[in-house]
């Protein structure tokens, strides 16, 4: 009411409230998104993620520079990111778009292109679209094409619970091909939102099949026979900054070879303007 009426200041401090209970509730964050992306409209965020092995291979970085700008319909993207790695560099450049259909109703499409050193793939598209079921249980389902020079396709369903302040998700991504190369990776895992406004939180994932959450480069295909447990921490800093956090370790089969261990750090910061 707070929010059709113009009293905006009110209506956000409602919402805030509301999320710091229930984030899962969609009229809420569909009230302070809209309102954010008129007063507060844009991100800046820097990543760096370095990749360390238990055997004699040398460490893989990666650093990424994205810009958000909110909008009353959903939120638009634009991602850079700079890989090395075994002695090789990429580039890729991203183009994001999450539109909001009605509160509970929402997509993710992507985009992305390269022209390096095949590190990623020369492009890369992926579709998302999420439905609240009622009850705190929300669904999506999606794909991810990759073009290595041959298409890969990846295929994946989510279902996630929101119980008070916890989120709890299992996820299943099925990549289809000949012989050794088709594959199922398993996720499942939990956060646990805090903060006044239900905005900050830390969790944790453990997965089966490939060790990376989201496959953007070529290495993230190889290990298709993983267990990774994964940690993360996000938490707003005042009213403007982010702080982000995340660690993984992964034990990964090889076919000749004894398996290794692949730890992952990963430390972000944005800033809203």
Not at 22 to 28: C, F, H, K, L, R
Not at 236 to 255: D, F, K, N
């Amino acid at each position: 009411v707070e929010y059709w009426t113009g009293h905006l200041k009110e209506a956000l401090e409602h919402a805030n409230r509301i999320l710091a209970r229930d984030p899962g509730n969609t009229t809420a964050r569909s009230v302070r998104e809209r309102i954010e992306a008129a007063s507060r409209p844009w991100w800046v965020k820097g990543d760096y993620t370095v990749d360390t092995f238990s055997d004699d291979r040398d460490a893989g970085q990666e650093t990424t520079l994205s810009l958000t700008r909110r909008t009353p319909v959903g939120s638009a993207i634009v991602r850079g990111s700079y890989a090395q790695r075994f002695g090789r560099d990429d580039q890729l450049v991203e183009f994001e778009f999450y539109p909001r259909f009605r509160p509970g109703t929402y997509a993710f499409l992507g985009a992305g292109f390269s022209g390096g050193d095949g590190l990623y793939p020369h492009a890369r598209y992926s579709f998302d679209l999420y439905q609240s079921l009622g009850r705190g249980f929300e669904a999506s389902g999606g794909a991810r094409y990759l073009d290595f020079g041959n298409g890969t396709e990846i295929y994946v369903a989510t279902l996630s619970k929101y119980v008070g302040n916890w989120m709890l998700t299992a996820k299943v991504s099925h990549i289809p091909a000949a012989g050794d190369l088709d594959s199922t990776t398993y996720q499942g895992g939990f956060r646990r939102y805090f903060g006044s406004d239900g905005t900050s939180y830390v969790g944790v994932n453990y997965s089966h099949g490939l060790s990376k959450q989201e496959v953007r480069s070529i290495f993230d295909l190889v290990s298709v026979n993983s267990d990774t447990v994964r940690g993360e921490l996000d938490q707003l800093i005042g009213t403007r900054v982010r702080l982000s956090i995340a660690g993984s370790t992964s034990r990964q089969e090889r076919p000749v070879l004894l398996p290794f261990w692949q730890t992952t750090f990963t430390a972000g910061l944005a800033v809203q303007f």
